[in-house]
């Protein structure tokens, strides 16, 4: 393979990364919605199975996005080992797979916490 192809699989792997965030959105948004809308009046039972759904979901696509941010930037370090330079990335590839994880897991622990609000409401 050229050091362009290598380079293309590269980008296309960075590609991936962004929708697999997109995808994280999404989840953490359309779980929201579902507390927000009917949260209150879910059985503990659908409590459970919502969550567990929500919990497994976006663990994977969270893993699967990591992964993809250290796949990505190997591809990227073969590409510049090929072309006979040394690759000296902008940011260091767990500088971003770590930031990804940490505000992705932020978000997925808050919105469990909105469910729980949403289901036992304090009152003043």
Request: aromatic residues 12%; contains cysteine; charged residues 15%.
């Amino acid at each position: 393979m050229s050091v362009e192809g290598m380079l293309g699989v590269s980008f296309e792997t960075w590609a991936n990364v962004l929708t697999c965030i997109t995808l994280l959105i999404t989840l953490v948004s359309g779980y929201l919605v579902v507390a927000f809308m009917v949260g209150n009046r879910l059985t503990r039972q659908q409590v459970i199975i919502v969550n567990s759904i929500y919990l497994l979901m976006t663990i994977f696509v969270l893993w699967g996005t990591i992964a993809m941010v250290g796949k990505a930037h190997g591809f990227e370090v073969i590409a510049y080992s090929m072309a006979g330079k040394e690759f000296d990335g902008f940011v260091p590839r767990g500088d971003i797979a770590n930031s990804i994880a940490i505000i992705f897991g932020i978000a997925i622990v808050a919105s469990l916490k909105f469910m729980w609000d949403v289901r036992h409401p304090k009152t003043e």
